[in-house]
C-alpha cells in the first residue's frame, strides 16, 4: 500500500519558474528521498533528508520537512524544460526490510 | 561503477503464459529490492533480499509470483500464469546505506 499521497497531481510551469511539489505520508519515518522518474522508467535519487532535520538543499533543489505535520516538499527553483517528469516522495522507516514506501507522485511539465 | 541493470527491458507475452525478469545489481549491495509500478501510480514493494537471510514476500501479490536471488547477487522475479492485471513496470533496486539504486526497469505487457 502506498503511505504517501502528492500534490498536486500535475503541474505545468514556464521556464524559469519555481515548481513546489507537496508530500503528506503517514507513520514515523528515519527518513525522507525524493526520485525523479523520466518517461515511466529507471528512478533517480534526487535528495534524503533525515527526520532529525528540516530543511536541506542540493542545487536548485529545496527539500522541507515538518515530521510533526508529517508532511515535506520539494522546490526546484528556476526551472528548466530537462526538468519535466514526475516527481516521487518515499519514506524508509528504517526498520526490517527498509523497503521505500512511495507517494503517487507528481507530473511536472516546464513549457520552454 | 556500473548501475541496476534489468533484462529484458520490454516483454510482451500472453496471458496464461510464465515470465521471467532479471536484475543484476550494484556488486557489493547486499539488499535487493523488486517493486512493480503500474500506469500513473508510484511503486509497490513486492519482496525484498538481504544477504543470506529469508526473502520477506510480504508484497508479493498472489501466489504466482516468486522470486530468486543466486549467490547473493543477480536476482529473477518469475510471474507464472500471466494475468492482464500483472501488466507494469517492475523495477528493481539494490542499496546501499540509506540510498537505494534503481534499475530502468522491465515492462510488461501481458495481452
Known amino acids: 500500500s502506498q503511505q504517501g499521497e502528492e500534490d498536486p497531481q500535475a503541474l505545468s510551469i514556464q521556464e524559469g519558474e519555481n515548481a513546489t511539489m507537496n508530500c503528506s505520508y503517514k507513520t514515523s519515518i528515519n527518513n525522507l528521498q525524493w526520485y525523479r522518474q523520466n518517461s515511466g522508467r529507471g528512478l533517480v535519487h534526487l535528495i534524503l533528508?533525515?527526520?532529525?532535520?528540516r530543511e536541506k538543499h542540493s542545487g536548485r533543489l529545496r527539500v522541507t520537512l515538518d515530521t510533526s505535520k508529517k508532511s515535506s516538499s520539494l522546490l526546484i527553483t528556476a526551472s528548466r524544460a530537462a526538468d519535466t517528469a514526475s516527481y516521487f516522495c518515499a519514506t524508509d522507516r528504517d526498520t526490517g526490510r527498509r523497503a521505500l514506501t512511495f507517494g503517487s507522485g507528481t507530473r511536472l511539465q516546464v513549457q520552454p | 561503477g556500473a548501475g541496476v541493470s534489468q533484462s529484458p527491458s520490454n516483454k510482451v507475452t500472453e496471458k496464461g503464459k510464465d515470465v521471467e525478469l532479471r536484475c543484476d545489481p550494484i556488486?557489493?549491495?547486499?539488499?535487493l529490492y523488486w517493486y512493480r509500478q503500474s500506469l500513473g501510480q508510484g511503486l509497490e514493494f513486492l519482496i525484498y533480499?538481504?544477504?543470506?537471510?529469508?526473502?520477506?514476500k510480504s508484497g508479493l501479490p498472489s501466489d504466482r509470483f516468486s522470486a530468486e536471488r543466486t549467490g547473493g547477487s543477480v536476482s529473477t522475479l518469475t510471474i507464472q500464469r500471466t494475468q492482464q492485471e500483472d501488466s507494469a513496470v517492475y523495477l528493481c533496486?539494490?542499496?546501499?546505506?540509506?540510498?537505494?539504486?534503481f534499475g530502468p526497469g522491465t515492462r510488461l505487457t501481458v495481452l
Open positions: 533496486a539494490s542499496r546501499a546505506l540509506n540510498e537505494q539504486f
Open positions: 533528508i533525515r527526520s532529525n532535520e
Open positions: 533480499f538481504q544477504g543470506n537471510s529469508a526473502p520477506d
Open positions: 556488486s557489493g549491495h547486499t539488499a
